[in-house]
């Protein structure tokens, strides 16, 4: 059984910045693409960022130049830096992660005040 356990939401004011982690424990053997998607009240979840095994990076164009996601292959952890936030990066934000199937984290909240 593999679970996803997110952290470092929170409150922040716009322009300010936060960092969220994820990280998988169980069994787990190698992990694919790590990723971040969001959630925002009476919206649909979108992906935010998507990182594969080898590094390749993926972003929505909403958060380019603010957002940067990293893992760390070694501790099963998957990290998105945002900076320059703003009110409408207000949402629950899921970490993802494909071990064979694909596992979602519990989720975490992320809330920007203008």
């Known amino acids: 059984q593999v679970q996803l356990v997110e952290s470092g939401g929170g409150l922040v004011q716009a322009g300010g910045s936060l960092r969220l982690s994820c990280v998988a424990s169980?069994?787990?053997?190698?992990?694919?693409?790590m990723g971040w998607y969001r959630q925002a009240p009476g919206k649909q979840r979108e992906l935010v960022a998507v990182?594969?095994?080898?590094?390749?990076?993926n972003y929505a164009d909403s958060v380019k130049g603010r957002f940067a996601i990293s893992r760390d292959n070694v501790k099963n952890t998957v990290y998105l830096q945002m900076n320059s936030l703003k009110p409408e990066d207000t949402a629950v934000y899921y970490c993802?992660?494909?071990?064979?199937?694909?596992?979602w984290g519990q989720g975490t909240q992320v809330t920007v005040s203008s």
């Open positions: 993802k992660m494909k071990i064979g199937y694909d596992y």
């Open positions: 169980g069994s787990i053997f190698r992990v694919n693409v």
């Open positions: 990182i594969t095994s080898g590094g390749i990076t």
